[in-house]
């Protein structure tokens, strides 16, 4: 049994790899902000998940975290760096400068903030996996995709880069990204709430779903030691990487 720490737990893919995990036979801390999801996780769960409220973007309460935990929890053995947002799909010019600004806090300040908390015990314990979640959107460009692509091209190549450092030691180090996920809060936060944009992105696809997500942290965490994924892509069968765009008069 190991003690694993989610971010972004109250939704979508955390909720679901929090469920995986727990029927697995580990300890999840279930972070993010909405206490009320954490607490019906617990009520749903029981004592496998602690409620831990965290705004990964208050760097003051992901620095005190690893102290903050509760004693008993404070030995993480496995991150699931999950919380992570788009904001927006405007082309670059017109974009919200503040969304950006959400969007690097989120999705890179944020998940380096909470690796570099944990990490070092992780070290001194030496042992620990980190799995980050990517996106495809790291991986090949699209429009509007601008900063939420670039966050995620950050996530991926900081996942690589954590595995240099990490040679030597027993820590694995992986990088999730799937494309087309259905099912969750991803497309209405990107779209201020607007359910009928939002439901537009996966209409008349069988997208993949946050279980699916799930299965593949539930394998990569049921892997021997010995063995580190470095890169997981997943897309559903009905998608594929786009054609370069070419303009033709
Ligand atoms: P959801 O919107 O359903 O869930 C996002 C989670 O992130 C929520 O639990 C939210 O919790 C949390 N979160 C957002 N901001 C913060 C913050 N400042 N502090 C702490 N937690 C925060 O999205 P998904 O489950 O679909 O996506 C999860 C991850 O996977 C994201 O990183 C996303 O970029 C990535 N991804 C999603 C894909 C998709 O198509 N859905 C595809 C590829 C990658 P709360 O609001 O309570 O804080
Ligand atoms: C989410 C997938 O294609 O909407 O990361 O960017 S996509």
Redesign the pocket.
């Known amino acids: 049994m190991s003690t694993v720490l989610v971010?972004?737990?109250?939704?979508?893919?955390?909720a679901a790899i929090t469920k995986r995990l727990v029927g697995d036979g580990h300890r999840v801390i279930a972070?993010?902000?909405?206490k009320d999801?954490l607490d019906a996780l617990v009520a749903e769960l029981g004592s496998a998940v602690l409620a831990f409220p965290?705004?990964?973007?208050d760097a003051a309460a992901v620095a005190a975290m690893p102290g903050s935990l509760p004693e008993g929890w404070r030995e993480v053995d496995i991150l699931v760096n999950?919380?992570?947002?788009?904001l927006g799909l405007d082309p670059a010019w017109k974009a919200s400068l503040a969304d950006w600004d959400t969007m690097v806090a989120?999705?890179i300040t944020?998940l380096i903030g909470v690796t570099r908390a944990l990490l070092p015990a992780m070290v001194e314990r030496n042992r620990g996996f980190i799995i980050n979640?990517s996106?495809t959107a790291g991986s090949y460009p699209y429009p509007g995709g601008h900063v939420y692509g670039s966050s995620?091209a950050f996530v991926t190549h900081f996942t690589l880069n954590l595995k240099s450092d990490l040679v030597g030691t027993n820590i694995r180090v992986s990088s999730v990204e799937?494309?087309?996920?259905g099912g969750?809060?991803?497309s209405s936060?990107r779209f201020g709430g607007d359910s009928d944009k939002a439901a537009g992105v996966y209409k008349g696809t069988v997208p993949l779903n946050?279980e699916d997500i799930a299965e593949t942290v539930g394998w990569l965490v049921s892997l021997p030691e010995h063995v580190n994924i470095n890169r997981v892509e997943m897309m559903p069968t009905c998608q594929a990487p786009g054609p370069l765009a070419v303009k033709r008069t």
């Open positions: 971010t972004g737990a109250t939704a979508g893919f955390g972070t993010g902000r909405r999801r965290l705004d990964v973007t999950n919380a992570g947002l788009a989120t999705n944020g979640l996106s995620k799937p494309g087309l996920v969750t809060e991803f936060v946050a």
